[in-house]
């Protein structure tokens, strides 16, 4: 029995011993936490500073956007501010001497009709409007609109007017065609006539139908915005209203 335990306290290591096993296991643990906490903190700081620097940048972005939409509301402000009379003629009083003349019967001849004054009201129209604000702008739109239409109506009388003097019809302050049909009997250039008459009335009622919508729009838009007045009602021009007969 003696022996026995003399043995078994040989194989069983010494409290001194266990004691030192179990610092260096715990100075081994708290070495390897430590490091890896060293290494986490090394990585995430630069992820920390790319986000920050991203937070910054956006927030710039953001800022300029905010300018940006600032200074436009502030510029549609200032175009859009009451409305102020305007100088110089209303677009109405330089348009309505040219739709009588344009949209008269082809016997009337093309006094009245000249593509170069037609021209330089447009040009004038869009001097105007390049000077006026947003809340003007729609005026010269409108009148510019009515002179572009009144342009083509005016070519498409030029050209059958032409047709005309072509068969030898007298048209007022023309002179025939020296090219005039002369083996036309009577009875076939009355019939000649009459289908270019019947196809001036044809277009100019559409052309009739497009001014007038325009022309009654752009009085209400220059209403009290000109010094010197849009054309009064009582001159208001008398708008072709015969439809083309019926073949």
Known sequence: MI?????????????????????????????????SFREAVKLAEPRQERSDGNAVAWLWVLGLLVAAALGFA??????????????????????????DP???????GLDGCSSENLSSVEASLRTERAKANLDDQDVYAAAATMVQILGEAAADRRRHIERLLKLGSPVLGMPADPAARTDLGEAERKHLELAVGVSWQRNSVTYR??????????????????????????MMPNLPTSTAPNE
């Open 3 to 35: 022996f026995d335990d003399l043995n078994q306290s040989a194989r069983e290591p010494a409290p001194a011993e266990h004691a030192r096993r179990r610092r260096r296991r715990r100075r081994s643990s708290s070495s390897g936490s430590s490091s």
């Open 74 to 99: 502030w510029y549609l402000h200032q175009e859009r501010s009451a409305p102020i009379k305007l100088s110089g003629d209303a677009p109405s009083t330089m348009i309505m001497s040219f739709i």
């Open 102 to 108: 344009i949209l008269a019967p082809l016997e009337t």
């Open 209 to 234: 139908n497009r001014v007038e919508e325009l022309w009654y729009r752009l009085l209400r838009l220059e209403q009290n915005r000109f010094r010197g007045g849009s054309a009064p009602q009582s």
